[in-house]
T-cell receptor
Framework: AQSVTQPDIHITVSEGASLELRCNYS??????LFWYVQSPGQGLQLLLK??????LVQGIKGFEAEFKRSQSSFNLRKPSVHWSDAAEYFC????????????FGKGTLLTVNP | GAGVSQTPSNKVTEKGKYVELRCDPI?????LYWYRQSLGQGPEFLIY????????DSGLPNDRFFAVRPEGSVSTLKIQRTERGDSAVYLC?????????????FGPGTRLTVL
């Protein structure tokens, strides 16, 4: 079955520190992969997406993610976290073809300490 | 321009009642999706439309759930005989068309509480 797994339920980092949020996928073929951010009272906002080509993807707000086929991973990174990055982050996949249903991980809650 | 809007933002109802949740997609977006997010979980797919037709309703949990999009724009998710387990945030999204590379833009959601 197609699935997306986020192993970390909650991560705490200090402001200015680097960040890496983990995401693993299980699909028969290379899926389309996405990272979304959800702040309280806000809708899901797309940070970045991977379809094909360059495995290092740049997104908004200084985020990037790297697709690693050998590890079935699509981890999200940011070199220096700001207090405003505190939110819940969701990794999602879509198998493509005629399937347009996003499959989400359970999310990682990010807390940023001053 | 305006994003996806959902009304109401909050809905409290009693077990057994009927509820309707509305979604206004971004103007010009032909594809519309419904997801459900339970507490502590990621969103789960319910149904999506291309135009007026439900292209895939495989995520609807049972026949108490139904969604329509009669004119290809606004959509309504209808839940009959609500149960406490239906309590969740219902998210709507829209995209320019049905294609994997088209970004799905999400609304703020409707929080449904069934007492």
């Amino acid at each position: 079955a197609q699935s997306v797994t986020q192993p970390d339920i909650h991560i705490t980092v200090s402001e200015g520190a680097s960040l890496e949020l983990r995401c693993n996928y299980s699909y028969g073929a290379t899926p389309y992969l996405f990272w979304y951010v959800q702040s309280p009272g806000q809708g899901l906002q797309l940070l970045l997406k991977y379809f094909s080509g360059d495995t290092l993807v740049q997104g908004i707000k200084g985020f990037e993610a790297e697709f690693k086929r050998s590890q079935s991973s699509f981890n999200l990174r940011k070199p220096s976290v700001h207090w405003s990055d505190a939110a819940e982050y969701f990794c999602a996949g879509l198998s493509g073809g005629s399937n347009y249903k996003l499959t989400f991980g359970k999310g990682t809650l990010l807390t940023v300490n001053p | 321009g305006a994003g996806v809007s959902q009304t109401p933002s909050n809905k409290v109802t009693e077990k057994g009642k009927y509820v309707e949740l509305r979604c206004d997609p971004i103007s010009g977006h032909t594809a519309l999706y419904w997801y459900r997010q339970s507490l502590g979980q990621g969103p789960e797919f319910l149904i999506y439309f291309q135009g007026t037709g439900a292209a895939d309703d495989s995520g609807l949990p049972n026949d108490r759930f139904f969604a329509v999009r009669p004119e290809g724009s606004v959509s309504t998710l209808k839940i009959q005989r609500t149960e406490r387990g239906d309590s969740a945030v219902y998210l709507c999204a829209s995209s320019q068309g049905l294609a994997g590379y088209n970004e799905q833009f999400f609304g703020p959601g409707t929080r449904l509480t069934v007492l």
